[in-house]
């Protein structure tokens, strides 16, 4: 997989702000990450999850012990491995500090969004296209959120898939419409990092989602 990189919030000068008081940001492969510095990242909602709903489904995640799905990730991720070939997110890290987690894989993979109409309603796509990427989950640990650190997090995700041979990457963020959206119900992420990456938004499925692509 391709190397750490130093990632510039592509946005808010809160980004900087948290650059200039806690150190510089940083976006590496998962597999480069420790598996206790992703499990530092992964609280509350998230650290029951395991990253693991979005990519089984809500029957297959809902009858599945945490232990079960910390095992499943702990072997996607290949964290502590910098040689492996493959993982499925990346970490972020303000100086040395893990700050934040972002899912990104190919679609076909998210048996969630599979069954979901989010990415498929008005669209004539294949869901099994290997070339389509997708981010489907962005996590920012508690204590360094409102600081602009998602914009890093989906921009070292677009690196990664494209470092890993993917053709286009999909998100499907949320418009908050200036509210107070609960970071549990926002893993799918805001969508202004999308647009500062580069995303070009497709449609709008419903009142809230809103599906965007970028070419790689």
């Given amino acids: 997989p391709e190397r750490s990189t130093s990632m510039n919030a592509a946005s808010p000068d809160v980004a900087g702000d948290a650059r200039g008081e806690r150190g510089a940001i940083r ?15 992964l609280t509350g909602a998230a650290h029951r999850c395991q990253c693991q709903r979005v990519r089984l489904g809500d029957h297959d995640w809902w009858h599945m012990p945490q232990e079960a799905r910390a095992s499943i990730l702990a072997a996607e991720t ?19 500090e893990p700050v934040g987690w972002c899912a990104v894989d190919r679609r076909g993979v998210y ?12 669209r004539a796509e294949d869901p099994d296209d290997p070339d389509v990427w997708a981010i489907a989950c962005v996590i920012v640990r508690p204590g360094f959120r409102h600081e602009g650190l998602t914009y890093p997090l989906v921009a070292g995700a677009v690196e990664h898939a494209r470092a890993q041979g993917a053709r286009v990457i999909e998100g499907y963020p949320m418009l908050t419409g200036g509210a107070k959206i609960t970071w549990d119900e926002l893993h799918v992420g805001p969508v202004g990092p999308f647009v500062a990456a580069g995303f070009e938004e497709v449609s709008r499925p419903t009142k809230r989602r809103v599906v965007m692509r970028l070419a790689l």
Avoid at 78 to 96: M, N
Wanted: aromatic content about 6%; proline content about 9%.
């Fill in 27 to 41: 976006v590496v492969p998962a597999n480069e990450a420790t598996w206790d510095e992703l499990q530092t990242v």
């Fill in 78 to 96: 290949q964290c502590g491995d910098p040689r492996a070939e493959s993982t499925i997110g990346v970490v972020a890290y303000l100086g040395d």
């Fill in 111 to 122: 048996g969630r969004l599979r069954g979901s109409p989010v990415p498929w309603n008005g």
